[in-house]
């Protein structure tokens, strides 16, 4: 499965947060969703998560609105927690790098 797709698996039944994964209310950011997406419902999978997709999270990529750029791993949450960007927008971002 595609990080895309994962995350669009994760926002069903969820509601957007940031600045943390998870949270008691059914709340995931993109990252959390992402995992949910992929079959690893809690934070104690997240090293499961990110061996899985260890390829995938390290590529390098420059965010679509302003100059930063890095690992896909840390713009998922920069474009969640910085630029409040919904999931589904994170995901088509993702799409469109065939991730």
Do not use: W
């Amino acid at each position: 499965m595609k990080l895309s797709a994962a995350i669009r698996a994760g926002c069903a039944g969820s509601r957007q947060i940031f600045d943390r994964l998870f949270d008691e209310k059914n709340g995931l950011d993109v990252v959390g969703a992402c995992m949910v997406g992929a079959g690893f419902p809690k934070l104690r999978f997240i090293h499961d998560f990110r061996e899985k997709y260890h390829d995938e999270l390290r590529r390098k990529v420059k965010c679509p609105d302003c100059i930063e750029s890095g690992p896909v791993e840390d713009m998922l949450a920069h474009l969640n927690d910085e630029h409040r960007m919904t999931r589904e927008l994170i995901a088509d971002f993702l799409e469109s790098r065939d991730l």
